[in-house]
């Protein structure tokens, strides 16, 4: 059992508050999933530049100088914002791969939680009051964003095992459920160059869906490509760089539910987990349908 949040915004003027509905969405689930939680925010770009949202065991030791270990190592400039255990690189876009590439040198402990020209993602062990709290994701201000918070059952409980899962670009997941056919998946993602972090199910599902859209499809496409590649019980809820999808498993056994508004989209494990955002009394609000795929995209709407 795990909560699930999230929240594409249709109304600009709600950016800045984005934060902060996240937080007390996935506040609510708590109940749902003491173990870790985490969140992925969608904010401002910066044009030519990219981020790199890293995390470290032992920050003291890690993250003093690491702007600069980089920056010697690349030839690129890189400025660095650190947040508790976390730290947000920013670096020129071209550079992304390269700057991720001499982390792994200047750096071999800390590891990265996501990367993209918008999305920042922090997650942690521990309940989503203290999580939320340790980085100020109530500050935050974005356009899209997804929480979780988790009970362990298919691995064990730490940072990397926390949700999201971010496997590509701007790219991130997370799931309540439990995959069957993980391990068969992971060989075959692995054959086409895919590495992973974890012996999660979850990061299965997210790589699914980054080598499907790297192979020219939408979310949405991927989505429905998704329900006959994965077997299991699920309920997905994955953000991109512009987009929002959520996807239910032919069975639909885990809750979900999700309201409609002129200003935004959301998404919960349970009701009350949408109570408290802004004109929830006249949102149209439903069950998502088995088997079915729900997408919006910020890129076709404008």
Partial sequence: ????????????????????LLSDMLITMTDRGPDSAGIAIYGAEAPGFAKITVQ???????????????AAATGVTVELAVKDTHA???????????????LATVAPTVRVMGAGA????????????QVVE????????????????RMATESAVTTLGA????????????????????????????RGGVTFETENDSEVAAAYLTA??????????????????????????????????????????KPAVMAETDRYVAFGSEYRALVNLPGIEEARIWEPEPATVYFWDHAKAA
């Fill in 118 to 129: 918008s999305v920042e993602i922090f997650k942690e062990v521990g309940l989503p009051r």
């Fill in 163 to 190: 949700h999201p899962f971010s496997t590509g670009p701007d790219q991130c997941l997370v799931h309540n459920g439990s995959l069957s056919n993980h391990n068969n998946l992971r060989r075959e993602l692995k």
């Fill in 88 to 102: 947000v690189l920013t670096v020129p876009e071209a550079s992304l791969e390269a700057v991720r590439a001499a």
């Fill in 212 to 253: 499907a859209m790297r192979g020219g499809k939408d979310l949405g496409k991927a989505l429905e490509g998704a329900l006959a590649d994965l077997d299991g019980f699920f309920t997905f809820v994955v953000g991109t760089r512009s987009g929002f999808g959520v996807l239910r498993d032919p069975i639909a056994c």
């Fill in 134 to 149: 340790r980085f100020g994701i109530a500050a935050m201000a974005g356009s899209h964003g997804i929480g979780h918070t």
């Fill in 1 to 20: 059992m795990c909560g699930i949040v999230g929240l594409f915004l249709k109304d600009k003027s709600l950016e800045p508050e984005l934060g902060r």
């Fill in 56 to 70: 470290s065991p032992d920050p003291a030791r890690d993250f003093p100088g690491l702007d600069a270990r980089l």
